[in-house]
């Protein structure tokens, strides 16, 4: 094994996102989220789980708070939940929803730690109509970024607008299998707009709210894509163009791909992106996270059920080790990622703003034994690793997730944390992999695979 040292003041974080952790669905003024709605529908959450009390963060953040401190992690990558803030999505500010976060921020910094803020990590507020299918929703997201900007732009220096646009619009308007349960690929599209559009003046309104210091970023989750086989080359393409450059091309100033815009002309004729609307998305920010799993290999052929995809592309499972999510480890293709961005986009500082793997965990006295994880995180990082030497300016990494937590449409059977939540105690118990990542903060490096 090789000492592998990351550079000084590299960032070593853990993340978490607001409907996944807090519970407290109905308290302090809280709105009903999209989330909310879809996840109390039958058959859209597996086992029935809703977010009404998950890891029930929002009473005892004092205690997650301190875990963190005691991990040594040096930022805290959490998210804040729209409608505690506004509950209806527009209007004045639910003071008591601003209170958690502005205790949260101070419990935070009080311990040391940097927080970083996504504004939008999917718990859209249910009363806005349309959804992101709606032009009005990037207006109304820019106000709420203001109104979270003034509150804690004096102690927050690290915003981030949104967490992986992708999922909000495909898997939301596409597929169907996140909220709010959509299947309508053009709307998908629209979604796509209105998101980046909504990060575009949400980040405009950061600015007029914030110090000059502050760092800005969006939270992309880029696809490694490959084709299966010498047929499924245009689908690799095609793929790319819908998980990657729809993101990246507009907000470096590209403009959206012309190739995407001829893919997709069945679909859309795109008359809802308005002059402007480009310079507005490209409206420059300091950072890029990247958040990285499993690498997609596509091929021609039939979509799968569910699938986010065109009809006449599907998913390939390539053989190796899975992790319980059933996702290919291969840490290869966050290096791709990376290298690819270093080489095709104009130089951003660039964070892995989740990383990490679901295992079936089992806990038995007080310990959790989880050595594929560990494996998994090692595996990455030394990638990550090797994209520093071979000059990527990746600033910082974060775990996905610090706690177990409400795994979406997969609910609460799907474990990705470095520590244990029991949902019936709300006991918290440190994986193996906790105790390896605090070792790794404190020696800022690893010992790589290779
Ligand atoms: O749990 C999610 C998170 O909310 C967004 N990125 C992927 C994670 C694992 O699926």
Not at 369 to 387: G, I, K, M
Not at 393 to 418: C, Q, T
């Amino acid at each position: 094994m090789t000492r592998l040292v990351f550079p000084e003041g590299f960032v070593w974080g853990a993340a978490t996102a607001a409907y996944q952790i807090e519970g407290a669905v109905g308290e302090d003024g809280r709105g009903l989220s999209i989330w909310d709605t879809f996840a109390r529908t039958p058959g859209n959450v597996v086992g029935g789980d809703t977010g009404d009390v998950a890891a029930d963060h929002y009473h005892r953040f004092g205690a997650d708070v301190a875990m963190m401190r005691d991990l040594g992690l040096s930022a805290y990558r959490f998210s804040v939940a729209w409608p505690r803030v506004q509950p209806t999505g527009r209007g004045p500010a639910n003071a008591a929803g601003l209170d958690f976060y502005d205790r949260l921020v101070d419990e935070i910094l009080g311990s040391g730690i940097d927080p970083m803020l996504t504004l939008y990590h999917w718990d859209l507020p249910q009363a806005l109509d349309g959804g992101w299918t709606s032009r009005d929703t990037a207006a109304r997201f820019a106000e709420y970024a203001a109104i979270v900007a003034n509150r804690l732009g004096d102690r927050v220096s690290r915003w981030t607008t949104l967490n992986e646009p992708w999922c909000s619009a495909f898997l939301g308007y596409a597929s169907g299998v996140h909220a709010p349960g959509r299947k309508e690929p053009a709307e998908a599209l629209k979604a796509v707009h209105h998101l980046m559009l909504a990060h575009g003046l949400g980040t405009r309104a950061l600015r007029d709210a914030l110090p000059a210091t502050a760092e800005v970023s969006i939270v992309l989750n880029l696809a490694a894509v490959s084709p299966a086989s010498p047929e499924g080359k245009d689908a690799a393409r095609r793929v790319d163009g819908l998980a990657n450059r729809i993101f990246l091309d507009p907000l470096f100033g590209a403009g959206y791909p012309a190739d995407v815009k001829r893919d997709t002309a069945d679909l859309t004729d795109w008359s809802f992106v308005h002059d402007g609307d480009e310079a507005v998305i490209a409206t420059p920010i300091d950072l890029l996270g990247v958040n990285y799993y499993s690498p997609t290999v596509v091929d021609l052929g039939t979509a799968e059920p569910d699938s986010p995809w065109p009809h006449d592309i599907e998913t390939v499972a390539p053989p190796g080790p899975r992790t319980a999510m059933g996702w290919p480890i291969d840490a290869s293709g966050l290096g791709a990622i990376l290298t690819r961005l270093r080489d095709e986009y104009p130089p951003i500082p660039v964070m892995i703003t989740e990383n990490g793997a679901a295992f079936d965990d089992e806990l038995t006295a007080d310990a959790v034994r989880d050595p594929e994880r560990v494996d998994y995180l090692r595996r990455h990082l030394t990638v990550a690793h090797e994209a520093i030497r071979a000059g990527v300016d990746l600033r910082g990494y974060f775990v996905w997730s610090l706690l177990d937590n409400f795994e979406w449409a997969y609910g609460y059977g799907k474990r990705f944390g470095i520590i244990h939540v029991d949902y019936a105690t709300q006991r918290r118990v440190w994986k193996d992999s906790a105790y390896w990542y605090r070792e790794v903060i404190k020696a800022n490096g690893i010992n790589g695979t290779a």
